[in-house]
């Protein structure tokens, strides 16, 4: 039998459907989530809370014309389903397939590129105030929702907004949840604000039993109806938002069509900015993820029938290392404490608040003030890590430069998803940390070679008297090289295999190759030491460890052995590693040396898995051994 699913084939479909089918269609388009992502794995659980909510934008507003833009947008499935993207599902996530975020080059009906939070008020008031000096009437609607309203941006947005003299609607998506529990001030408000109908009734009864009180009391009970200040706050909802200058309508059920579609009429009618406060479920409609809305925030491949992962898991990735080593030095050192920007499993830190609650802070989406927190906490005599993707941390720039680095506080940066992430795509590649970081006079900067080394790093980091970063890629770490487990000397890079210089003439010199690996690089330099050494070529293979400061010392008495050097890194080229040792060899004027920098384009970096996207990059250990013989054969 054919779904009324089927008869959504482009933008503005839904309008056909009688409404006495749309709570079918609501079914239909939570199976169909369920089933495609129970496959290629993605954002589960916002997905399945915002469904009945989309329906009613997209009944709504008529596109591409009229503007929606999501924040994050991890939670836009149902729109892309709605704008003729059904058929695509199967690749989401996928090189060149649908990505998991609204994309302007995927469709028309996109209208900005999202993945960071809390960046859609900002971007919904510019959209509003270009319709205005255009003078056009589409709409423009925002949707955010509550943890991405923890996010500074979100504030400096709705501050902005209360002057807005025209139309913009901002869908709060109030489903309690973040990735984990939502946490701070304003979650605490919207809490009250949804059980706001409990102060309606409290209102009533102050009422009721004033009238009843003999003689004045119905005086003072007309006063408090009337009253437009301190009742008022006690009992209208949203009164915080009102105050400011917007005007705020709600709670209202979020997956309530009627409720949602006589909210929307109402709110478009004001000339001002407009805050539908709409109450959902993460993970609505499937029991697995409104048990556990945090596992199947984001979750691979799984069984719909038990919710259980069907991947086989291989080997301990960085992030549980640094979750166990965090546990051992909150152990070793009372001052130690670590900073979230509500990433508490993502980051790994989950333990670490378990075992040291008030050792442990997550600060709600706020990756800003996360940093400047942890410079208060090391001005205050503690020892603080800020354990954030190396993504999220391009929002802290200037707090790392200003807050912390200026006055060299002991700040540890534990720089988790540095290098390709994969399939969240272009806007989560950690690719620019080391490019944006290791110009800041007073930061240390490291990458560990494998398992162990992250935790020696840890170690080191702690004991070390002034801002270090480390950075970790995602997924499995490297436990090869074990062997090597020369004691980290500040500033000092690891010689993993010293090609043997001894007696060789000048020749031989000028052909020997240097490989200067970073972190997640090692493990591709030892192989490509192997593959050249087989084929009878002299290779020494370094681990850099510290990308900042360079290891001047050991790189002039390398200059002295090899004529042909290498250097291979997880990042963009501008910025890198390998051009600081560009410079170092122009410095010197060590101009016989060939130099070959091996690291990311210059470019965004699209969806995939990592190693399909390695492929891509020639990336893969084939590709760069090709590269470096052809690069030796040139030149
Ligand atoms: C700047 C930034 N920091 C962290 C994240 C990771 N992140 C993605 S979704 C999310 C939670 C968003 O919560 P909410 O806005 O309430 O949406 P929900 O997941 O509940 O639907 C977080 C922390 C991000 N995308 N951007
Ligand atoms: C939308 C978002 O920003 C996060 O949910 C992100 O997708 C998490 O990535 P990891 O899977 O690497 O934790
Ligand atoms: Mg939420």
Known sequence: MSGILDLINEANDIKKVKPSDYNRLAGEIREFIIENISKTGGHLASNLGTVELTMALHLYLDFPEDKLVWDVGHQAYTHKL?????????????????????????????????????????????????????????????????????????????????ELKSNLIIILNDNKMSISENVGGMANYLGKLRTGDKYINLKQIIEKALNNVPGIGHIIADKVRKSKDSIKRLVIPGMLFEDMGLTYIGPIDGHNLNELQMALASASKAKKAVIIHAITKKGRGYKPAEKNPSYFHGVDAFDVKTGKNSKVKKGITYTEIFSDTMLELGEMHKDLVAITAAMPSGTGLNKFKQKYPERFFDVGIAEEHAVTFAAGLALGGMKPVVAVYSTFLQRAYDQIVHDVCLSSLPVIFAIDRAGIVGNDGETHQGIFDVSFLSHIPSLTLMAPKNAVELIEMLHFAYAYNGPVAVRYPRGRAYEGLSEFQAPIVYGKSEVIYQSNTAGKKKNTQKNRILLLAAGSMVEAGAQIHDILVSEGREVTLVNIRFIKPMDTALLKEMAAGHGIWVTLEENVQRGSYGEGVASYLFEQNLRDIRLLNITLPNQFIEQGDVSVLKEKLGFDTASLTKRIKDFISHS
């Open 82 to 162: 709605l704008t003729g993207r059904k058929k695509d599902f199967a690749s989401l996530r996928t090189f060149e397939g649908l990505s998991g975020f609204p994309k302007r080059k995927e469709s028309n009906c996109d209208c900005f590129d999202t993945g960071h939070s809390s960046t859609s008020l900002s971007a919904a008031m510019g959209l509003v105030r270009a319709r205005d000096l255009k003078g056009t009437d589409e709409k423009v609607v925002a949707v955010i929702g509550d943890g991405a309203l923890s996010g500074g941006m979100a504030f400096e947005a709705l501050n902005n907004a209360a």
